[in-house]
């Protein structure tokens, strides 16, 4: 069965701006995963990439209810699976202002509200060498069982000789 878009996204719950961010986010383009020229929210996805986000869904669900909750620093490490002092370090380099002397200024959990959890795991993860991989972004996040699929939708954007 073909998917838009549109479709996918209700049926992941998620919307589908948030679809398209998370793919770019992973490397993944999605209108080059698309068997028509359009360019929306009608254009329908390849069979292959249907399967991939059905086969995540459950990632994808997460990062979108997280992207839009209001959170905090504990919050965030309890999410990642992370000590909170490793996440207020990260956050107070690229936030001072949300801080006083290191100290999370809890009126501003709003400001959090659209900064994925899962970014700052990976920038987080990403400092330190022993968690390296090669495919980056998708396989620390969707696991190395996606290794196959991330690398057969890059190819196949990669050999079109029209993208760029």
Not at 70 to 93: F, G, H, M, Q, W
Not at 125 to 154: A, C, D, F, Y
Request: hydrophobic share 35%.
């Amino acid at each position: 069965m073909e998917f838009t878009i549109e479709q996918i996204s209700k049926k992941l719950q998620i919307y589908d701006v948030i679809l398209i961010r998370i793919c770019a986010y992973l490397g993944v383009h999605v209108y080059d995963q698309t068997v028509d020229s359009n360019i929306g929210s009608k254009a329908v996805l390849k069979g292959a990439f249907v399967k991939f986000l059905e086969e995540n869904a459950s990632f994808f669900k997460r990062y979108h209810d997280d992207y839009y909750a209001t959170k905090d620093p504990e919050i965030i490490a309890a999410t990642i699976n992370r000590k909170k002092s490793v996440v207020n370090k990260y956050l107070v380099n690229l936030y001072p202002d949300y801080f006083s002397k290191e100290v999370f200024k809890p009126e501003c959990s709003k400001k959090l509200k659209y900064i994925s959890s899962f970014e700052i795991d990976f920038a987080i993860g990403n400092s330190s060498t022993l968690n390296r991989n090669p495919l980056g972004k998708s396989t620390w996040h969707l696991g190395m069982k996606q290794q196959m699929v991330i690398e057969r939708l890059n190819k196949q954007v990669s050999s079109n000789p029209w993208v760029k």
